[in-house]
């Protein structure tokens, strides 16, 4: 059916490997999932690649498009690969050695290694300049500001090529006076420059933080704007009219492409938050309340924690050794898909990642010219997937897998089955290891989660991480492969905003903090408004960083609604007592002697889009008392999983057709289009009415506490959703 009746939004996230794509129905709730491989030389080819199949493949027209939602890796990729040359820095006199002078903390404690080295400047000293005048940190100005030295500072960085700027002023977040005369002058002495200002990017305390937040954002804005220019140019042609497309966020909301382009550190973690958000929304529907979500693709492998269908939050992110202090999605990324690279260290120990066969060349499966064997080849080899990605759309070759895993063998005196064991359990370890740094390090027990695994390569070593990590069940969504894609879909709109107000609570001016919030809250409506949400629509979440007095940083917790009185200040710092203690083990309720601090007040404006309906899960015939499946299987062959045991002869799935309530016994290979799910000897598969795959193990070794106990499969009831 095609015409102008039916209303068609779709979301398409750009991963390294593979685009993926969702479309739904709005008014049906068809939905349709597809893949297309991603071009790293242009990505916007695989965007409109992919548009244009699914809208063929849910069978309507460019007339029926009504929003195109985007999650890209531009700014990632680019702060990964530390390309952030012509960029310069302007900041108050005396503060010239800001970036050098950095933050003392030192990742890992130290590692393995003596000494722990500062990562690069994002600016060379030599493109750093210094502009006279001084605020203090009430925005009260201290030295008149020094036009002449800021007419300097922009022409001198005109005549050395910078082309973005980073400005930086002390206290600009108390009083962007400074930096708006700044920005006349460099309109003027060097307009071709495109220019972060601090005030506008961040404006809270802690000038290193700041300033390096926003030369981020000036770093990548030239490039993001470019993209996402043309990607809106494209679609507009594409459809014969403008589009509404919003760009994927951070913070687990998108923003119209028009705002993008004048924030782009907020896209740092576009695409995995979208896959966050996603399983969120899944996993909550099925009735899982702690989730740890393992969004695994062909470059990296992403973690987040996910409680109540939320996300956690977090402002101290880093990316690519540069820390971006605005609210994101707290995720650990690893380098562990299926396009990571395993090699022989020179040590002679087996390695995998995070370097990358991406999309081009890909794994030596691929025949595209890739020399060096991956997780997907390994995979290949143990017969874990079939030969073909996409239902046959792209074939592999086996034997080149093979020969590629007989040479890394040979150099560790493995044979190619060995090898390729060893590739997998080294892969798998280097995820658990990112689960556990978002658990184990963080005072959480692993047994409390659920482990929601998607993406195209994120379930292939759940049955092991189940076994590694401790947790008691594993949680597989439908069209896991693009499940990222259909969290775009599933996303508000959503603006932050922030100011710093440092006080004592004992001290606290209530109507100054009412004020301020009011103020913010302004800011966001007029955001809303502008990305077309009529003001019954906003909605709108306040908060506020606190700490105990003489902390170095800050716990934020949430503001109660209404007008902010001395009875909401009361009940904010009970709730940061909860969370202090919580997070640290100790809280100071009882010592009102140590006086609590606020630091930051913040407002979230939210614009609240329709989202998709989970489909049920068709029901088929009831299960046999064998636990088997209701449905044969589509065919066998040999696989390996383990090396002691060899290859056993395995049957193989086609997931479409395990209808709600089928139960599969491992040894056994889940297929559908965009993922595969390896079920292991002793594990159980059970599809449950959401279509979800929910796989436990009768008994497991708890190698993550270095004990064994014995855990039960969990009751019939997890086939419905049930908390494990």
Same mark, same amino acid.
């Given at each position: 059916?095609?015409?102008?009746?039916?209303?068609?939004?779709?979301?398409?996230?750009?991963?390294?490997?593979?685009?993926?794509?969702?479309?739904?129905?709005?008014?049906?709730?068809?939905?349709?999932?597809?893949?297309?491989?991603?071009?790293?030389?242009?990505?916007?080819?695989?965007?409109?690649v992919?548009?244009?199949?699914?809208?063929?493949?849910i #069978?309507?027209?460019?007339?029926?498009?009504?929003?195109?939602s985007?999650?890209?890796?531009?700014?990632?990729?680019?702060?990964?690969?530390g390309?952030?040359?012509?960029?310069?820095? @302007?900041?108050?006199?005396?503060?010239?050695?800001?970036?050098?002078?950095?933050?003392?903390?030192?990742?890992?404690?130290?590692g393995?290694?003596?000494?722990?080295?500062?990562?690069?400047?994002?600016?060379?000293a030599?493109?750093?300049?210094?502009?006279?005048g001084?605020?203090?940190? =009430?925005?009260?100005?201290?030295?008149?500001?020094?036009?002449?030295?800021?007419?300097?500072?922009?022409?001198?960085?005109?005549?050395?090529?910078?082309?973005?700027?980073?400005?930086?002023?002390?206290?600009?977040?108390?009083?962007?006076?400074?930096?708006l005369?700044?920005?006349?002058?460099?309109?003027?002495?060097?307009?071709?420059?495109?220019?972060?200002?601090?005030?506008?990017?961040?404006?809270?305390?802690?000038?290193?933080?700041?300033?390096?937040?926003?030369?981020?954002?000036?770093?990548?804005?030239?490039?993001?704007?470019?993209?996402?220019?043309? $990607?809106? =140019?494209? /679609?507009?042609?594409?459809?014969?009219?403008?589009?509404?497309?919003?760009i994927?966020?951070?913070?687990?909301?998108?923003?119209?492409?028009?705002?993008?382009?004048?924030?782009?550190v907020?896209?740092?973690?576009?695409?995995?938050?979208?896959?966050?958000?996603?399983?969120?929304? +899944?996993?909550?529907?099925?009735?899982?309340?702690?989730?740890?979500?393992?969004?695994?693709?062909?470059?990296s492998?992403?973690?987040?924690?996910?409680?109540?269908g939320?996300?956690? /939050?977090?402002?101290?992110?880093?990316?690519?050794?540069?820390?971006?202090?605005?609210?994101?999605?707290?995720?650990?990324?690893?380098?562990?898909?299926?396009?990571?690279?395993?090699?022989?260290?020179?040590?002679?120990?087996?390695?995998?990642?995070?370097?990358?066969?991406?999309?081009?060349?890909?794994?030596?499966?691929?025949?595209?010219?890739?020399?060096?064997?991956? &997780?997907?080849?390994a995979? $290949?080899?143990?017969?874990?997937?079939?030969?073909?990605?996409?239902?046959?759309?792209?074939?592999?070759?086996?034997?080149?897998?093979?020969?590629?895993?007989?040479?890394?063998?040979?150099?560790?005196?493995?044979?190619?089955?060995?090898?390729?064991?060893?590739?997998?359990?080294?892969?798998?370890?280097?995820?658990?290891?990112?689960?556990?740094?978002?658990?184990?390090?963080?005072? $959480? #027990? &692993?047994?409390?989660?659920?482990?929601?695994?998607?993406?195209?390569?994120?379930?292939?070593?759940?049955?092991?991480?189940?076994?590694?990590?401790?947790?008691?069940?594993?949680?597989?969504?439908?069209?896991?492969?693009?499940?990222?894609?259909?969290?775009?879909?599933?996303?508000?709109?959503?603006?932050?905003?922030?100011?710093?107000?440092?006080?004592?609570?004992?001290? /606290?001016?209530?109507?100054?903090?009412?004020?301020i919030?009011?103020?913010?809250?302004?800011?966001?409506?007029?955001?809303?408004?502008?990305?077309?949400?009529?003001?019954?629509?906003?909605?709108?979440?306040?908060?506020?960083?606190?700490?105990?007095?003489?902390?170095?940083?800050?716990?934020?917790?949430?503001?109660?609604?209404?007008?902010?009185?001395?009875?909401?200040?009361?009940?904010?710092?009970?709730?940061?007592?909860?969370?202090?203690?919580?997070?640290?083990?100790?809280?100071?309720?009882?010592?009102?002697?140590q006086? &609590?601090?606020?630091?930051?007040?913040?407002?979230?404006?939210?614009?609240?889009?329709?989202?998709?309906? /989970?489909?049920?899960?068709?029901?088929?015939?009831?299960?046999p008392?064998?636990?088997?499946?209701?449905?044969?299987?589509?065919?066998?062959?040999?696989?390996?999983?383990?090396?002691?045991?060899?290859?056993?002869?395995?049957?193989?799935?086609?997931?479409?057709?395990?209808?709600a309530?089928?139960? @599969?016994?491992?040894?056994?290979?889940?297929?559908?289009?965009?993922?595969?799910?390896?079920?292991?000897?002793?594990?159980?598969?059970? +599809?449950?009415?959401?279509?979800?795959?929910?796989?436990?193990?009768?008994?497991?070794?708890?190698?993550l506490?270095?004990?064994?106990?014995?855990?039960? @499969?969990?009751?019939?009831?997890?086939?419905?959703?049930?908390?494990?």
């Amino acid at each position: 059916m095609t015409g102008g009746r039916r209303r068609i939004r779709i979301g398409v996230d750009t991963g390294g490997t593979f685009t993926d794509v969702v479309a739904v129905d709005e008014d049906s709730g068809e939905l349709v999932a597809l893949k297309t491989p991603s071009t790293p030389h242009d990505p916007a080819e695989a965007f409109l690649v992919g548009i244009r199949a699914a809208l063929a493949a849910i #069978d309507a027209s460019p007339d029926n498009l009504v929003s195109v939602s985007h999650g890209t890796t531009v700014a990632t990729n680019q702060l990964l690969t530390g390309d952030v040359s012509g960029l310069g820095f @302007v900041t108050t006199e005396g503060f010239e050695h800001l970036l050098e002078i950095a933050r003392q903390s030192v990742p890992d404690g130290y590692g393995n290694s003596y000494f722990w080295v500062k990562p690069p400047r994002i600016v060379p000293a030599d493109l750093v300049r210094t502009v006279g005048g001084r605020l203090d940190h =009430r925005g009260v100005e201290i030295r008149p500001f020094d036009e002449e030295g800021a007419r300097a500072a922009a022409a001198s960085l005109r005549r050395a090529g910078v082309r973005a700027v980073g400005v930086c002023f002390l206290h600009a977040y108390a009083n962007p006076a400074h930096e708006l005369r700044m920005r006349e002058i460099l309109a003027r002495e060097h307009p071709d420059a495109v220019v972060s200002f601090s005030h506008e990017v961040l404006a809270e305390y802690r000038e290193y933080e700041r300033a390096m937040t926003t030369l981020v954002d000036a770093a990548v804005k030239v490039r993001v704007a470019a993209y996402v220019s043309r $990607l809106r =140019r494209e /679609l507009t042609a594409f459809a014969g009219r403008a589009v509404p497309f919003h760009i994927m966020k951070s913070n687990g909301g998108v923003l119209s492409a028009d705002e993008v382009v004048h924030q782009p550190v907020t896209t740092v973690l576009s695409g995995p938050a979208a896959g966050a958000l996603g399983a969120a929304m +899944v996993t909550r529907a099925a009735g899982y309340d702690q989730v740890l979500t393992l969004d695994g693709g062909g470059t990296s492998t992403d973690v987040s924690v996910v409680r109540h269908g939320e996300p956690a /939050l977090t402002t101290e992110g880093t990316i690519g050794g540069y820390p971006c202090t605005v609210p994101m999605i707290d995720i650990v990324t690893v380098g562990a898909g299926g396009g990571s690279i395993a090699w022989v260290s020179p040590e002679g120990t087996l390695k995998v990642g995070p370097r990358s066969a991406g999309a081009d060349p890909g794994p030596i499966c691929y025949a595209r010219g890739g020399t060096e064997p991956t &997780v997907t080849d390994a995979c $290949l080899v143990l017969g874990r997937i079939p030969p073909h990605l996409l239902g046959g759309e792209v074939p592999l070759s086996v034997d080149a897998a093979r020969d590629g895993l007989a040479r890394l063998g040979s150099a560790l005196g493995l044979d190619p089955v060995a090898a390729a064991a060893g590739v997998l359990e080294i892969s798998a370890w280097n995820q658990a290891n990112a689960l556990r740094q978002m658990t184990v390090h963080r005072g $959480l #027990d &692993v047994r409390d989660f659920a482990l929601a695994t998607f993406g195209g390569s994120g379930s292939l070593l759940l049955c092991r991480l189940i076994d590694i990590v401790g947790v008691p069940v594993g949680l597989v969504p439908r069209d896991p492969g693009n499940l990222s894609a259909f969290g775009l879909l599933t996303v508000d709109v959503r603006v932050d905003h922030v100011r710093t107000h440092v006080s004592r609570h004992a001290t /606290l001016d209530h109507a100054a903090v009412r004020s301020i919030l009011d103020s913010l809250r302004s800011q966001a409506a007029q955001a809303l408004l502008a990305e077309g949400f009529p003001p019954e629509q906003h909605r709108f979440a306040a908060s506020a960083d606190l700490r105990y007095f003489g902390q170095a940083f800050e716990v934020r917790v949430p503001l109660a609604d209404g007008p902010f009185d001395a009875t909401t200040a009361d009940v904010a710092v009970q709730a940061f007592h909860d969370a202090h203690e919580r997070l640290y083990g100790y809280c100071f309720r009882d010592r009102p002697e140590q006086q &609590v601090e606020w630091v930051n007040l913040r407002v979230t404006g939210i614009g609240p889009i329709r989202r998709p309906a /989970l489909r049920s899960a068709t029901r088929g015939h009831a299960v046999p008392a064998n636990g088997g499946p209701a449905v044969p299987p589509t065919g066998r062959r040999p696989v390996c999983f383990d090396v002691a045991e060899g290859l056993l002869d395995t049957p193989i799935y086609w997931r479409p057709d395990l209808p709600a309530g089928a139960v @599969v016994a491992g040894p056994a290979v889940i297929e559908e289009y965009g993922a595969t799910v390896p079920l292991h000897p002793g594990f159980t598969a059970t +599809v449950d009415d959401l279509g979800n795959l929910v796989v436990t193990r009768g008994v497991r070794k708890d190698s993550l506490l270095g004990t064994e106990r014995q855990q039960g @499969v969990l009751p019939d009831t997890a086939a419905g959703g049930g908390e494990p």
